[in-house]
Structures are given as structure tokens and as C-alpha cells.
């Protein structure tokens, strides 16, 4: 994003002026495509263009009339929390017929709109490239046959276009993300805790020696086959499969190697074996074999019920995964995808090719539409002919990443060779969700290594105490699905008892470390570092994984159970904002978490909608409040980060809101305090803590070979001890000791976030007086630039 200082300065709230821009919903509807429409109606209106909904899709191109109307900033409030698409969407016929182009062309026209914002799929997208290269031969037939004049058509000489994916199915090649994927996990995630609890019941190994195993088992014993929508992108099942551990997953990407029946049941029999009492395989609708021919959930059935002679259940979640409300990410996503979008209309030229708005790690792109298109399609050629890893390439490196993980945390054969090498786990900080299927991951994957994995119990002073024991890979099955610590967490920090630790860490043989935690994990970390001069016991190498609710942890743009607090935070402030739609004149004051990290008031403020949201990192003084005051019309919600400013307490907030507001509106207030640590973790929060936990191990087991000296382990250097964090588009391990200098120890909170840039689209959204330019801009990219082994 080098180029946005050579941007010309122009005032954003100008650029539109004269313009007029569409947005429509096509194809199959997907969560998360009402905060896009949202998006795109408040920013086009803030620069200063006219925006038009285009209701039912491209039927509603067609039909014109009352379909195309023009928005308001009023008429998107409040359709931030509901799934679907409010302006409806519809598969249509007549737009793929020249006629039907030339009346969708006429309508626009006529209305002088040359903008067009298209919310949808690949096909979706596809249509609206062709409209755009045929627009002015269809302008050209309009004149010929009278409909329109030389002077109308002069004027809307040009067509952009600019495409946000909205699809459950997260198909779409050149984006990590799809609007509505996010949600259709949820979803998923949803039915699966419910269908694992009913099988779990009580241990066999409870019962007395006297009863036959086999007997046992026959009761405890169930197999779930769960069959998710894909049709040509196995994306749902293959994280459904990582978020929940499940036994095998079929994808229509990578079909089974032949004589997969025999490998599938002989897995299931293992699994039993272990102990285990629960069997879940995921399966893709698309599913199929390497000839080609489909594999179905009801032929996998028959096959366990047959050969196994397990209870065996199916469920196929068809709908259910398109419903329900949006997901905090896909709020956000669709919130920054409307604003990029606006912005690439209005910069766009006759000679910019139609560009697709996409998430890359955490930043919003613009790539050129039919080079994605280009690419997604060439998933579905490989596929075809059989060039099954070429198709896993061309998903894009995320889609990689989760199938590498998959198959390394899936293979349950540990190796025989032992490497005698014992790692130690721990949890600092307050508890969040995720943290154990971190540890889950981080167990299993040192395991497969041929280490010993022990658990440390309570934080710092559990590795003082001696609180430390073996864990196996049966001790953490289930834990992907459990919120908390199941180790313990504790805040204290080592400082004060590194001489008990160094004891315990040679008195236990601990080889390396993995804490994973928040700030204080890292503080934690840095201190066990600085501890090298003195003891050498602390010479190992140390990996910390961030895992809390507020994000504030050096070296990481997220952090594991942010994402699971925002979702607790956003669904409370939609039944908040439910109980105000009625009695219309309420202001709500929320107070969240994060210490002086503000993460989670703004994103929360932009998932929710909020009016506004203050931080510490931000100042602000009563002219600001005031500012917020006078446009409080109904139902506001203020989000309030509980240190951001000690004298603008919630109270105060709240008292001066209650006295400017007599007789006009009434204050609430509400403090959400701990629930936002608890709850079942998020699929974002399970996945990332997932891949975090098994990278975590990897680079470890790395380091061990390098640090090993003359039968021993020793390791002082600063990059024997690394933050694995999540950085713009990769997880990186950085050094604990070079990121003291963006560290501010005294708020703890590091010094450069990335989630500011985001603020002035939480403000634009809820209507400030505000300047664009702090905002992040995008320029076009290409896909091959990534991909550079498509040419080979």
C-alpha cells in the first residue's frame, strides 16, 4: 500500500458527488450480506453519491420499476443482525438472455446509474463482467431502437462494476474469506456440540472388570456422519473436521486413496479401542471417489453398519447452515468489504479492469475480478482431470494450511522411536476460549514428534510448585469444544520465584516450553529470557502463544478468544438493541473488556452497530460526547472500553447522558464483565488456536535440533524464544526480546495496532463528521502474483 501517499488529495466527502451507485444480492443468500448493503449505502451517501437497492437481484435489473429505489441512511438501520439478504435475491433467467441484458441496461440508464455493486457467487460475479464488456454494444441497440437518446447514452457511456463474494461455501479462489462462511460454521459448530454431548455418556472404564467390554461398548458406542453443503469446495467440512477433531472427513478437493473402506473402518475400530465413544466423520455434498463417482453420507452408513456393526446416525444439515444471524466476523467482513468497494467504484476508469473485493489475512484487497474467476475455475478443471493436489494448490494457501493440519492431527500411529525429548504446556493469564484447543493440538502434535507432553497446572506457579504431569493423546480428546483452561491459568508472573522454577525445570527434564496466554504470557516469557544470564536451566527454547480476549499481545494481529468474546459482545448488544426497537427513545452504554486495548470495543461497535465507541488509545473529552449527544435519536448504543479514560467512567457517561436526555430519551446502562471470557469457543477461535498449537510444536521440534549440543540441550540465543503471531498475511515467530521496543509495558498494550485503521469505518458507518484519509487503502493486486506456480 506503498502508493497511498501519491493518492491526490481529494475530500471524500466529494469524491461521489454526481454519481449514482447500485447494490444488489444474487445467487444463493449468505449471513453477512446485509452489513455489506449496509456498508455500501452509508459511504456511498457520505461521499456524496445517490445509492439505489436493486431488490431481487438481477431479476430486479430486469423488471426495473419500484425494484430499483433509492436508500436512505435510515432504511439500512437496523438490519445489521439479520441473516439472509433484506433486498432479496433471486436466480435469473432473463438476465442471461441478450434482451434481458438490454431492459437491465435501459433501466440504469434511465436513472443515469454506471456504478454497480454486485453481492453474490462466482456466477453472480461472472454475469456481471459480461454485462460490463457488452454495455456499450447493448447502449448502441437501445439508441438504434429508440429506447434511449445519444444524450442518455453519452452520459453513461461506461459501466463499473465491483464484486463482493457473498457464499456460504467460501469457493471463491483469491479470497481467505466468503461473506457467510464465518456464520455457516457457526452453524455447523452448533450441531455437531449438540450431536457429541448425546454420545457422551459415562467412561467404560468405570464400570466393574466383571462386564465384557464388547458389552460396554454396545451401549456407549455411536458413529455420527455429518454431511455439510459444498458441492465443489470441501472448505466446511475440512474446518468442521479441524474445529471438532473428527475422525475422517471426505472432500470433493482430495478424494480418498482406493481401499479407503478398509482404512476408514480400521481407523474407527482403533479409535474405539483407545477408549473413545464417539466417532464423527464429515462429509462434503460433493464428495467423491478418485474415478469421479460420489461418495454419499447414506453409502457410508451402510458400510460402518455393515462391517462394524456400530450405531451409526446421519444428519444432513442442507439450510440450516444459510440461516441464523451473521456472525460478528461476517459483520465486519461485509461492513469493510462495502466501504473498499464504494472506494473502487469511485476511483475506477473506463480502463481498470472490473475488480472483487477480498480478505487476504487481515487486510482488504482489490483483485481483478476474472483472474479469480479464472482460478476458481481452474479448481473445478484439476478436479475433473484428477490433478487432485494442484486443486488444494489453487484453493489458496489458508485452504493448504488446513489440510496439512488436518492430516498431520489425524494420523493417530505415534511414532515407536521416542525422541526423549519432554515439552511442557502451560496457561498464563485470565482463561479464554481456545486456549485448550491450542493445548489440544500442541499435545497431539508432539506426540506424532515422539515427545513427552507435560501439562503444567496453574500457570508460573503451578512450574514452581511442581504441579506437572504426562498428558497422553487420549487425556485431551473433546477439548477443541471447551471454553476456559482445563490446565488452570493463573496471572501470576515468574519474576519473584525463578529459582523454584529453574529447580523444577531440571528436576522434571523439561526440554521446551509452550505458554500460551496473554500479556502476561508474554511478560511471563520475556522474564524466563532475561533469567538465561543467571540460570541456565532457562536455556531452552520458549514459544508463546497469545490466547485472550482483549488482542493486546505483541507480535500478533489476533489473538485466540477474541474472536469468541466479540461474538458474546455483538449477540448481547442485538437483544439489547431489540429491547429498545420498541419503546424507540433509549440510549444503552455497554462497557466491554480489554484493559486499554480498545480491539474489542471497536470491532464489537462495528458488529453491532453502535454509535460510538470510546478507547483509551484514542482521546477523548466531553466535546465528543456532546457530539455523540446530539444525534442520539433512538436505540444508540455506546460502546465503552472499561479503561479508556479514568475520569469518563461508564457512570459519568451515563449520568450526563440521563440529564442532557430528560424528557427526550432514557440511559441504560450495562457492564458485561466476565461473560466475556466464557462460552463455547467460537470455530475461528477453535481453528486458529488448532493451527497455532500444532505450528507451535513444529518450530520447536526445529529449534531442539538446533540447540542440541554435546548430548544436551542449550539454547541462550534471542530467537530461541519467539511469539508465534498472526502478522497481516502470515504466522510468524518473532522474538520476545525484539518486541520490547512496540511493547508499552504500562497499559500493556503494544505500540502499533492495525485495528485503528479500522475505526473511521466504525465512525462513517454511525454517521461522524470525518475524514477518510486515515483509513487503509487498497490498490489493485493480481492473483498470479501469488500464485506464481500456476505458470509452471
Known amino acids: 500500500e506503498e502508493h497511498s501517499d501519491l493518492q491526490p488529495t481529494v475530500d471524500p466527502t466529494k469524491m461521489g458527488l454526481g454519481r449514482s451507485i447500485a447494490v444488489l444480492t444474487s445467487g444463493g443468500d449468505a449471513q453477512g450480506m446485509n452489513a455489506a448493503v449496509r456498508a455500501t449505502v452509508r459511504v456511498g451517501i457520505y461521499t456524496g453519491a445517490k445509492v439505489y437497492f436493486v431488490h431481487e437481484g438481477y431479476q430486479g435489473l430486469v423488471d426495473g420499476g419500484e425494484n430499483i429505489c433509492l436508500a436512505t441512511w435510515e432504511s439500512v438501520s437496523m438490519m445489521l443482525q439479520l441473516g439472509g439478504t433484506v433486498i432479496g435475491s433471486a436466480r435469473c433467467k432473463d438476465f442471461r438472455t441478450r434482451e434481458g441484458r438490454m431492459k437491465a441496461a435501459c433501466n440504469l440508464v434511465k436513472l ?63 479470497t481467505d474469506m466468503t461473506i457467510g462462511t464465518d456464520s455457516a460454521l457457526h ?82 475400530s482403533d479409535q474405539r479401542a483407545r ?22 453420507s447414506d453409502q457410508i452408513k451402510k458400510l460402518v453398519t455393515d462391517r462394524l456393526g456400530f450405531d451409526t446416525r446421519t444428519t444432513v444439515l442442507g439450510h440450516v447452515q444459510r440461516g441464523g444471524t451473521p456472525s460478528a466476523f461476517d459483520r465486519i467482513l461485509g461492513s469493510r468489504m462495502g466501504v473498499e468497494a464504494v472506494m473502487a467504484l469511485l476511483e475506477a476508469t473506463p480502463d481498470t479492469p472490473a475488480c472483487v473485493v477480498t480478505l487476504s489475512g487481515n487486510h482488504a484487497i482489490r483483485l481483478p475480478l476474472m483472474e479469480c474467476v479464472q482460478v476458481t475455475k481452474e479448481v473445478t478443471a484439476a478436479m475433473a482431470q484428477g490433478r487432485f493436489d494442484d486443486a488444494i494448490k489453487l484453493r489458496g494457501k489458508s485452504f493448504e494450511n488446513n489440510w496439512n493440519t488436518y492430516k498431520l492431527l489425524a494420523h493417530i500411529n505415534p511414532p515407536d522411536a521416542k525422541s526423549n525429548i519432554n515439552v511442557a504446556i502451560m496457561n498464563i493469564g485470565a482463561p479464554c476460549a481456545g486456549m485448550n484447543s491450542a493445548v489440544r493440538a500442541a499435545v497431539r502434535m508432539g506426540i506424532i514428534q515422539g515427545h513427552s507432553m507435560l501439562a503444567v497446572h496453574e500457570g508460573f506457579d503451578g ?62 516469557g520475556l522474564e524466563l529470557v532475561q533469567a538465561r544470564e543467571k540460570y541456565e536451566e532457562m536455556c531452552i527454547p520458549i514459544v508463546v502463544i497469545p490466547a485472550t480476549v482483549s488482542n493486546n499481545v505483541p507480535g500478533s494481529d489476533f489473538s485466540i478468544g477474541a474472536d469468541t468474546a466479540l461474538n458474546t459482545i455483538t449477540s ?8 429498545a426497537a420498541g419503546t424507540k427513545r433509549r440510549v444503552f452504554i455497554v462497557e466491554t473488556m480489554g484493559g486499554y486495548c480498545g480491539y474489542l470495543a471497536t470491532m464489537a461497535g ?3 452497530g453502535a454509535d460510538a465507541a470510546y478507547i483509551f488509545e484514542e482521546k477523548f473529552d466531553i466535546k465528543d460526547l456532546e457530539v455523540s449527544n446530539s444525534r442520539i435519536i433512538y436505540c444508540s448504543l455506546f460502546k465503552r472500553n472499561e479503561s479508556c479514560n479514568s475520569n469518563y467512567t461508564t457512570d459519568f457517561i451515563f449520568n450526563l447522558y440521563s440529564e442532557e436526555g430528560k424528557g427526550i430519551f432514557d440511559c441504560r ?14 470455530p475461528f477461535d477453535r481453528n ?49 526480546a525484539e518486541l520490547k521496543e512496540d511493547t508499552d509495558f504500562e497499559h500493556r498494550i503494544p505500540k502499533t495496532q492495525w485495528w485503528l485503521k479500522i475505526r473511521p469505518i466504525m465512525k462513517i458507518l454511525a454517521k461522524y463528521d470525518i475524514k477518510l484519509d486515515t483509513f487503509e487503502h487498497a490498490d489493485m493486486e493480481h492473483v498470479i502474483k501469488k500464485r506464481s506456480f500456476l505458470g509452471k
Open 572 to 579: 448481547t448488544c442485538d437483544r439489547i438493541k431489540q429491547s
Open 275 to 296: 477408549g473413545s465413544r464417539l466417532n464423527v466423520i464429515i462429509v462434503a455434498e460433493g464428495a467423491m471417489c478418485k474415478d469421479g463417482k460420489p461418495i454419499t
Open 688 to 736: 486458529f488456536g488448532t493451527k497455532m498449537g500444532a505450528k507451535a510444536v513444529l518450530w520447536l521440534t526445529d529449534k531442539l535440533k538446533e540447540c542440541y549440543r554435546h548430548g544436551r540441550i542449550f539454547a541462550n540465543t534471542a530467537d530461541s524464544a519467539c511469539v508465534l503471531g498472526m502478522r497481516k498475511r502470515a504466522l510468524t515467530f518473532q522474538p520476545l
Open 606 to 608: 462495528l458488529a453491532a
Open 669 to 682: 446502562k450495562n457492564v458485561l464483565g466476565h461473560m466475556q471470557q466464557g462460552g463455547t469457543p467460537t
Open 463 to 524: 512450574l514452581a510448585q511442581g504441579q506437572i504431569e504426562p498428558l497422553t493423546w487420549t487425556s485431551v480428546s473433546g477439548w477443541t469444544g471447551k471454553g476456559g483452561s482445563m490446565l488452570g491459568t493463573k496471572r501470576t508472573l515468574p519474576g519473584k520465584r525463578l529459582e523454584e522454577i529453574s529447580q523444577n525445570i531440571a528436576k522434571f527434564n523439561i526440554h521446551a516450553l509452550v505458554i500460551i496466554g496473554g500479556f502476561e504470557a508474554y511478560v511471563g
Open 187 to 268: 452453524r455447523i459448530i452448533e450441531v455437531v456440540d449438540a450431536i457429541t454431548t448425546t454420545a457422551q455418556r459415562s467412561d467404560p472404564t468405570v464400570h466393574s472388570k466383571s462386564e465384557s467390554v464388547n458389552q460396554i461398548n454396545s451401549f456407549h458406542q455411536r458413529t455420527f456422519i455429518l454431511e455439510v453443503m459444498g458441492r465443489h469446495c470441501g472448505y466446511l467440512a475440512l474446518v468442521t473436521a479441524l474445529a471438532c477433531g473428527a475422525d475422517w472427513v471426505f472432500i470433493p478437493e482430495m478424494p480418498p486413496d482406493d481401499g479407503w473402506e478398509n482404512h476408514l473402518c480400521r481407523r474407527l
Open 112 to 174: 443515469g446509474i454506471t456504478n454497480l455493486c454486485v453481492i453474490g457467487g462466482d456466477g453472480s460475479l461472472t454475469g456481471a463482467n459480461e454485462f460490463r464488456t457488452e454495455w456499450s454494444g447493448l447502449l448502441v441497440d437501445l439508441v438504434r431502437a429508440g429506447k434511449i437518446t445519444e444524450e442518455e447514452a453519452k452520459k453513461s457511456s461506461h459501466l463499473n462494476i465491483v464484486g463482493i463474494v457473498g457464499s456460504i461455501d467460501n469457493d471463491f479462489c483469491g
